[in-house]
């Protein structure tokens, strides 16, 4: 068993003797600085301690205006406000009175501002019990007596019922809702717990935990949004999106301490929330609309990427590249972790490890291999370093309340870190990036964004009394940290923008706020390698999804310890089907590589990266969806099938594709229960009904993969890396609809960079295929002026137990070849069809 020498000694070996001093210290610097200015770090203490003395923000209602946009009362202890943004989207207010004014939140999540929306029809009415304001979706109610909102459907049924709002004497927000028998609550960012959130407290604090396992909270990034659902009521359930535009320190008790009470308590701001009615795409396309959705990345960060800390060497670097051509496995990128710069200095690289920067990286993308580098916040405290002596010079390091810079220790020592809440922070920021974009380098990865610090003790971040500007109005560390993770990647997003303003910008958080995903994609963090670490991959996916931040994805194989052939393996088939597809290791454990284990797992790493190169069409269409209407690439299976919100260890891959990962190690079966409706396995074409559970065989070769009846699955080409892949052939998947209806499919195409799809250089399809008796028929509409470079169709047509009795292709008649065992027929060379008829 490890003892306090052995677990010193690994400090002092991963940090560096310095900085396991400086993190000795730190708690002690950090609780002086405390100490000294004590009023921000007060609300928090005592939301942590529980001992808030609470006053009531709501009260009986004095007056009461309708405005253009909603109703506002004023009652006997402030105001209680209800605007109608949109006819199943609302926000309330409730504020102080006058002389308790809480300023507005940092303008940082909202990409769509009030005067924006197009307020829709709304009445409203005084009965002698509420004020009453009414949508084609939503009844609002204030009642006369408390001043509480309660929310309902447009039929009457409760959604939300207000039960308390509250103040404490330091700023303290409280917001208590009463919870339904059987209402489950999803969301609220990245978090490693069951993805039903209900039933315990979590708190809201972005932090790093340096290394998480399950049941572990907080961890890197927390964003307070969660979708409820209702148990069904005469057949139908019912959802409901809520998110509270607070930053500060948050505990959500969601019935822990009372089972049938939600409360929600901040340590300052203002208690101001929005309420979303509808089914969950729709509640997922309103919540993007308010605080904005992923732009579309470049269709390489579809690929497989690999990372470990650290490849430290351009030989090394070199080596992998090599590595993936002789065991031909694709790959679209590499990444630097901290020891490719010099002596951790962001913006710089070490000159004799990295002679040639970018001679390394224009051979990589020869082979059509990418660089990422990761970038940390924090600036060493080194008067030769140019970045630091700049910031420090211009005054966008943060401060103290008495104006002195205030450092940390992190990689680099003691360091100072840039206030990205200040426009001139952020351009200045942006610009840093030149040096390893003209070295060519494709891609950021900005970790450690919490922000984290070394510390041996206490909360490992900086101390809330330290000032930042959030956009002139000015505020302390207590408001800003939660927004720090966000702030830093849309400088370096913009930064990224303007250097290279023809590239579609690649940055990777690992912290952020709601509205991050206009900014950046996320990875999971510091996972452990284990088989609960990769059970709780997808409660994991399934909350950040909900919470709008849908291109995502683990640590491929867990990050801390190291993983056997079985666990990466199992790894990375979920992974496959996860947007971000990226294996990473931590420094002192054995590589992470499809070959690392040797056989079986090559060969079945091989060909499930292969799968996911073939799959790159209808990737890239999901993660089109979600540029478009905020819908995640992995989705609850509750998405389809409203019985199905409780599934945790099954996913929905966009539309269409079901993964069922297994979890267990030496598993070679797993239950599975499938969304009502007809689903094809993908492996042997055989159909399968669903609402009823079902054990599935998985050898390790495998694992459950489900496609949905009705679906034209396009399947591509495999190359070496997405630049590389062979593009003649599309390939066509039919998995013909069972009964007499109508399905549609879709399919997204672009050039995979730049941006010129915002100019009408795209193409999107249409598959519509309609059956009536054992007639099968689907038509290809196309929309956009891109012209895709494949010129003809290998066609397949899947689950048949015969051949069809006859194929035409607009009109032509076409001969079918029939597989008996794997239960279908394939056409080849079929021309680009407008109209397919198959008589089965």
């Known amino acids: ?313 351009a030989e090394r670097v070199r080596k992998l590249a090599q590595d993936f051509q002789e065991h031909a496995v694709p790959c679209d990128a590499i990444y630097l972790d901290i020891d490719y710069m010099d002596g951790f200095r962001c913006f710089t690289w070490d000159r004799e490890r990295f002679p040639d920067l970018a001679g390394l990286t224009a051979e990589l993308r020869a082979q059509g291999i990418k660089t990422v580098a990761i970038i940390d916040p924090g600036l060493k405290k080194d008067a030769q370093y140019a970045s630091y002596r700049e910031a420090k010079a211009a005054g966008h390091l943060c401060k103290l309340p008495d104006g002195s810079v205030f450092h940390a220790p992190v990689w680099p020592g003691l360091c100072g870190f840039p206030d990205f809440t200040a426009p001139s922070v952020r351009e200045w920021w942006g610009e840093q990036y030149r040096p390893l974009l003209e070295a060519g380098v494709a891609g950021f990865w900005n970790d450690m ?27 302390d560390h207590a408001e800003a940290h939660n927004l720090y993770g966000m702030q830093m990647v849309r400088a370096s997003r913009d930064g990224l923008l303007r250097l290279r303003p023809a590239e579609r910008p690649v940055v990777i958080t690992r912290a952020g706020w709601a509205g991050v995903q206009r900014y950046s994609i996320s990875w999971t963090a510091d996972n452990e390698s284990t088989w609960s670490a990769l059970r709780l991959t997808v409660p994991l996916m399934l909350g950040l999804g909900l919470s709008g931040i849908g291109f995502s994805g683990p640590d491929i194989g867990g990050f801390v310890e190291a993983a056997d052939g079985e666990l990466f393996t199992r790894w990375l088939q979920l992974a496959a089907f996860m947007p971000l597809f990226r294996a990473h290791t931590a420094k002192g454990t054995p590589d992470q590589e499809p070959w690392s284990y040797g056989e079986p797992y090559l060969a079945i790493n091989r060909r499930f990266i292969e799968l996911r190169y073939e799959l790159l069409l209808y990737l890239y269409t999901t993660v089109w969806q979600l540029a478009q209407r905020g819908w995640p690439v992995v989705r609850p299976l509750g998405w389809l099938d409203e019985s199905l919100w409780g599934v945790e260890d099954a996913f929905l891959c966009g539309d269409a594709l079901l993964v069922a990962p297994v979890g267990e190690a030496g598993a070679t079966a797993r239950e599975v229960t499938l969304p009502a409706g007809s689903w094809y396995d993908f492996w042997t074409n055989r159909r399968r009904a669903g609402g009823a559970a079902f054990e599935q065989f998985a050898s390790l070769e495998t694992l459950p993969l489900f496609v949905r009846a009705g679906t034209v699955l396009l399947l591509g080409e495999v190359g070496s890396s997405v630049e590389h892949r062979l593009q003649k052939f599309l390939r066509l998947h039919i998995y013909p609809l069972t009964e007499d209806g109508e399905a549609v499919s879709v399919l997204y195409e672009d050039a995979g960079e730049g941006f010129g799809y915002q100019h009408g250089e795209q193409q999107v399809s249409h598959f519509v295929m309609r059956r009536a008796a054992d007639r099968l028929t689907i038509i290809w509409e196309k929309t956009g002026e891109y012209a895709p470079p494949y010129e003809h169709i290998a066609l397949t047509l899947q689950g048949l137990r015969r051949a069809p009795q006859k194929v035409l292709v607009d009109g032509e008649p076409f001969a079918p070849v029939q597989n008996d065992q794997l239960r279908h027929s394939s056409l080849l060379g079929v021309p680009l069809f407008e109209r397919l008829e198959i008589e089965l």
């Open 1 to 313: 068993m490890p003892t306090l020498m052995d677990d010193l000694r690994n400090v002092v070996q991963v940090v560096g003797l310095q900085n396991a001093f400086q993190a000795a210290l730190y708690p002690y610097r950090r609780g002086r600085v405390e100490r000294r200015w004590p009023e921000a770090g007060r609300a928090k203490g005592n939301l942590e301690a529980g001992v808030t003395q609470w006053r009531s923000l709501a009260g009986r209602v004095l007056t009461s205006q309708v405005t253009r946009h909603g109703i506002v009362a004023e009652t006997e202890t402030g105001m209680v406000e209800v605007l109608v943004l949109a006819a199943d989207l609302v926000r309330v207010r409730y504020l102080p009175a006058e002389g308790d004014a809480v300023p507005e939140p940092a303008p940082y999540a909202l990409a769509k501002r009030l005067e924006e929306w197009a307020i829709p029809a709304f009445t409203t009415t005084r009965t002698e019990e509420h004020l009453e304001l009414r949508t084609a979706a939503l009844t609002v109610q204030i009642s006369l007596a408390t001043g509480l909102v309660t929310l309902r459907t447009a039929e009457g049924r409760v959604l939300r019922s207000d039960l308390d709002a509250a103040r404490g004497a330091a700023g303290e927000v409280r917001h208590c809702v009463a919870l339904a028998e059987g209402e489950r609550l999803f969301g609220l960012g990245e978090r490693a717990t069951a993805a039903n959130r209900r039933g315990r407290t979590h708190i809201l604090w972005n932090t790093d935990p340096a290394g998480y396992a399950d049941g572990d909270d907080p961890i890197n990034l927390n964003i307070p949004v969660y979708v409820g659902q209702l148990e069904a009521v005469a057949g139908r359930s019912l959802t409901y999106l809520v998110f509270y535009e607070n930053p500060y320190y948050a505990e959500f008790d969601l019935g822990e301490s009372t089972p049938d009470i939600a409360a929600h308590r901040f340590a300052g701001g203002e208690l101001r929330y929005y309420v979303a009615v509808g089914p969950a795409p729709r509640l997922l396309e309103r919540y993007t609309e308010l605080t904005g959705r992923h732009e579309l990345p470049p269709l390489w960060m579809l690929g497989y990427h690999q990372c470990r800390w650290s490849y430290d060497s």
């Open 449 to 475: 964004n919490e922000p984290a610090v070394f510390t041996n003790g206490g909360d490992p971040t900086l101390p809330l009394p330290v000032q930042h500007q959030l956009e002139g109005r000015g505020g």
